[in-house]
């Protein structure tokens, strides 16, 4: 899983960079408002760590732009402020969750745990579900009431990005960059031929789930 940290406290942003990656994280870091939104609107994340007084672009900020965006990719404000007030506003703004400096490490990985369980449901770390329809790793294929079929690794893939953000609509960009990396030169119709491909094999387990298309943007699941 990908997590961004945005927190200008460069000592602790490394702090937390160092904990993530020993449970096994990938993270990338943002030491400033302004470049953590660029990161959150054009990255794939599976939780953002958001302070709230940054440089640049104070935290609220960017995360109003960010739920502005329909990106629905859970967010943990990470704040020195403990008034029940700036909670409140966190939460209403579209935060997932609130940490009061200092915290207790243990603390927030188990909070980063339950906001990526949220995402898609994940049953398993080998199985996602998404309206009765099940994603499973180990064997690589979808199912539904019964009936499986198996998946390329690209649908996979695929299938994975869009069960982990459910309604949230996936550019063509991001999907080539988490896909197939950022130096590709994938074209666009290579991904409507996956999304093709998936939209048949979910059609032929009966499953009640549908790829849509948001013209000239990208997909999203539902």
């Given at each position: 899983?990908?997590?961004?940290?945005?927190?200008?406290?460069?000592?602790?942003?490394?702090a937390?960079?160092?904990?993530?990656?020993?449970?096994?994280?990938?993270?990338?870091?943002?030491?400033?408002?302004?470049?953590?939104?660029?990161?959150?609107?054009?990255?794939?994340?599976?939780?953002?760590?958001?302070?709230?007084?940054?440089?640049?672009?104070?935290?609220?900020?960017?995360?109003?732009?960010?739920?502005?965006?329909?990106?629905?990719?859970?967010?943990?404000l990470?704040?020195?402020?403990?008034?029940?007030?700036?909670?409140?506003?966190?939460?209403?703004?579209?935060?997932?969750?609130?940490?009061?400096?200092?915290?207790?490490?243990?603390?927030?990985?188990?909070?980063?745990?339950?906001?990526?369980?949220?995402?898609?449901?994940?049953?398993?770390?080998?199985?996602?579900?998404?309206?009765?329809?099940?994603?499973?790793?180990?064997?690589?294929?979808i199912?539904?009431?019964?009936?499986?079929?198996?998946?390329?690794?690209?649908?996979?893939?695929?299938?994975?990005?869009?069960?982990?953000?459910?309604?949230?609509?996936?550019?063509?960009?991001?999907?080539?960059?988490?896909?197939?990396?950022?130096?590709?030169?994938?074209?666009?119709?290579?991904i409507?031929?996956?999304?093709?491909?998936?939209?048949?094999?979910?059609?032929?387990?009966?499953?009640?789930?549908?790829?849509?298309?948001?013209?000239?943007?990208?997909?999203?699941?539902?």
């Amino acid at each position: 899983m990908k997590i961004l940290v945005i927190e200008d406290e460069i000592q602790l942003a490394d702090a937390l960079c160092e904990l993530l990656k020993r449970n096994m994280y990938s993270v990338d870091v943002c030491y400033n408002g302004i470049d953590g939104l660029d990161n959150a609107l054009t990255g794939v994340y599976d939780c953002i760590l958001l302070d709230i007084m940054l440089p640049g672009m104070n935290g609220i900020d960017v995360l109003r732009n960010i739920r502005s965006e329909k990106i629905s990719t859970p967010v943990l404000l990470l704040t020195a402020r403990s008034e029940i007030s700036d909670k409140i506003n966190g939460l209403d703004c579209g935060a997932d969750d609130y940490l009061t400096k200092p915290f207790v490490t243990g603390e927030l990985l188990a909070r980063v745990r339950a906001l990526t369980r949220r995402k898609g449901e994940i049953l398993d770390e080998n199985r996602l579900e998404f309206h009765g329809l099940f994603l499973h790793k180990n064997t690589c294929s979808i199912s539904c009431n019964g009936n499986d079929v198996k998946l390329s690794l690209k649908e996979y893939n695929v299938m994975e990005m869009l069960i982990a953000n459910p309604g949230q609509i996936l550019p063509k960009e991001r999907i080539i960059e988490k896909i197939w990396g950022s130096e590709s030169d994938v074209e666009y119709n290579n991904i409507e031929v996956y999304i093709s491909f998936l939209r048949k094999k979910i059609a032929s387990i009966s499953a009640d789930v549908q790829i849509k298309t948001a013209r000239g943007i990208g997909y999203f699941i539902e």
